[in-house]
C-alpha cells in the first residue's frame, strides 16, 4: 500500500556547512516516501556545487537573490504542490534531525483533522536536552507570546500532541491542501513572523496547531543572525512584530503598541540623585550614557525597525544593516 509522499523543503544561504550537516541528517530519515528540495536564495559562495556533489538526489533551486525566509520558502512550496507532494516539512537549514521525524510527524496526522499544522519538539543544538520550542500562547495582558517550557527538559513537560498557537518555522509540517487552502507565507516579512501570521491565518479559517512531543529536531538557534541580541535580527523582529499585531490582534491592542515603539525616538537623560556627587559630574555622566546608548547598534536597529514600519518599508532590511554584519545572514 503506497504511503503519502512528503517533500522536505530547505532554505539556503551561504550556508553551505550547516546545511550539509542537516542534509547528512534527513537522508538518514526512515520514512519511505520523502523527497528534498534546496531552495538556494542567492549564494555567493559555491554551495550549489557542492551541495550537488554531495548530495545528488536533492533537488537544488537557485533563486537568484535573498528573497528571505518568506520568498524563499514560497518558492520550494510551489514546486512541491507543482510535484503533487501530499505533506511539506518547511526546515530550517541550521537544524538536525531524528530518524523517526516524519515517521512521526505523519502518524500524528492520522488523530487530527486534515487541515492541522504540526511541528516538532526543537532543542538547542549546544544544549541538546534543552528545549528552545515546544508551544506559544498569546498573553493578552502582556500582548506578547509566552513560550511555554522555553529552557526546560522533556521530564518537565507533558508528552502527547500540544495545542499551540503557531508552529515555528524551523520546523513546520503540514497537509499541502492547506497551503493551498490558505495561500502563501506574506513576503513583506522577509523573515521573523512570517510564520506565525501564516498560523494565525491559517486559525481564522478553522485549522489550529499542534506540537508533537515525540517528533524531535535540534537548531543551531539564531546562527542566521549571529545571536538572537543582533542588530540584524532586532531590526526585523521589532519591524515585522509590528505589522505581525496590525494584522492578528484587535487594532485598539496594535495602536497601544505602535505608541509605545515610539518611545525609542524619545531621548532619555537619567541624572543620578546623588547630592554627595556635583551636580555637573552627574548630568554629564548621564549624558555620556545617554549618548552611549543612542549610538549602541541594537538600539539603532530599533529605530530603524520602528521607523521602517511606520513608512510602511518592508522586505529586506537597510542594506547599511547588513553591510555591518559580519556573521551569516538569511
Not at 537544488?60 to 510535484?83: H, R, V
Not at 487552502?181 to 506574506?186: D, M, N, S, V
Not at 542566521?224 to 531590526?235: N, Q, V
Request: net charge positive.
Amino acid at each position: 500500500m503506497s504511503i503519502a509522499k512528503i517533500t522536505i523543503i530547505i532554505l539556503n544561504w551561504n550556508g553551505q556547512e550547516d546545511t550539509i550537516k542537516c542534509l547528512d541528517s534527513v537522508l538518514k530519515i526512515d520514512y519511505k516516501n520523502f523527497d528534498v528540495i534546496v531552495v538556494d536564495n542567492g549564494s555567493q559562495d559555491d554551495s550549489i556545487t557542492v551541495i550537488n556533489k554531495q548530495f545528488p538526489s536533492v533537488q537544488i533551486i537557485p533563486t537568484g537573490k535573498n528573497l528571505g525566509y518568506a520568498g524563499g520558502n514560497n518558492i520550494g512550496i510551489e514546486a512541491a504542490l507543482k510535484q503533487k507532494a501530499d505533506y511539506l516539512l518547511i526546515l530550517n537549514n541550521d537544524t538536525v534531525v531524528a530518524p523517526e521525524l516524519l515517521t512521526r510527524l505523519y502518524s500524528a496526522t492520522k488523530r487530527h483533522p486534515p487541515d492541522t499544522i504540526f511541528g516538532p519538539r526543537i532543542f538547542y543544538a549546544a544544549q541538546p536536552d534543552r528545549i528552545w520550542f515546544s508551544s506559544t500562547r498569546w498573553n493578552s495582558n502582556t500582548l506578547s507570546y509566552d513560550f511555554i517550557g522555553q529552557g526546560l527538559t522533556e521530564d518537565d513537560l507533558p508528552s502527547g500532541d500540544i495545542n499551540s498557537d503557531y508552529i515555528c518555522g524551523a520546523g513546520f509540517f503540514c497537509n499541502t491542501n492547506t497551503f493551498r487552502k490558505i495561500g502563501l507565507f506574506e513576503e513583506r516579512f522577509f523573515l521573523v513572523y512570517e510564520e506565525s501570521d501564516w498560523c494565525q491565518r491559517a486559525a481564522r479559517l478553522g485549522s489550529h496547531c499542534i506540537t508533537v512531543s515525540d517528533a524531535k529536531i535540534w537548531h543551531a538557534v539564531a546562527s542566521a543572525f549571529g545571536t538572537e541580541e543582533s542588530p540584524l535580527r532586532t531590526y526585523f523582529s521589532n519591524r515585522n512584530f509590528l505589522l505581525w499585531t496590525e494584522r492578528n490582534i484587535k487594532k485598539i491592542e496594535h495602536f497601544k503598541l505602535v505608541a509605545l515603539s515610539l518611545r525609542v525616538f524619545i531621548p532619555r537623560v537619567s541624572i543620578s540623585t546623588d547630592r554627595s556627587i556635583p551636580y555637573y559630574k552627574r548630568f554629564l555622566w548621564a549624558l555620556t550614557a545617554s549618548t552611549r546608548h543612542w549610538s549602541n547598534p541594537v538600539f539603532r536597529a530599533k529605530q530603524m525597525g520602528v521607523r521602517d514600519y511606520i513608512l510602511r518599508r518592508f522586505g529586506d532590511c537597510p542594506p547599511s544593516l547588513r553591510k555591518n554584519v559580519a556573521e551569516r545572514v538569511i
